[in-house]
């Protein structure tokens, strides 16, 4: 199993950047694919990327061309996963859950969540 904690949120208006991290830790080699996912209140979780272990991508059509997930596996205990955002929008509000699908029978572990808020 995995244990994913998600850190970066915050406060930001409208026009601005934010950085969300998110370290997995445990079996982490049996991690297929990485990604990020968000719930806004009174909305359905939705996919916002994804970077699978071959490196590809995939991003929800609101998020493309703003937002970019990146990884970082130098390290044999912790794996990295970035999602740069920018030209954030009040509708980006949401609550940013870190994803990960694992083994062979593809079970999702989630992170506790972060929480963006972008202001007009």
């Known amino acids: 199993q995995v244990q994913l904690v998600e850190s970066g949120g915050g406060l930001v208006q409208a026009g601005g950047s934010l950085r969300l991290s998110c370290a997995a830790s445990?079996?982490?080699?049996?991690?297929?694919?990485m990604g990020w996912y968000r719930q806004a209140p009174g909305k359905q979780r939705e996919l916002v990327a994804v970077?699978?272990?071959?490196?590809?991508?995939?991003?929800?059509d609101s998020v493309k061309g703003r937002f970019t997930i990146s990884r970082d596996y130098a390290e044999n205990t912790v794996w990295l996963v970035y999602l740069q955002m920018n030209s954030l929008k009040p509708e980006d509000t949401a609550v940013y859950y870190c994803?990960?699908?694992?083994?062979?029978?593809?079970?999702?572990?989630w992170g506790k969540g972060t929480l963006v808020t972008v202001s007009s």
């Open positions: 445990g079996d982490i080699f049996s991690i297929n694919a």
């Open positions: 970077i699978g272990s071959d490196g590809r991508t995939v991003y929800a």
């Open positions: 994803h990960a699908d694992w083994g062979m029978d593809g079970i999702d572990y």
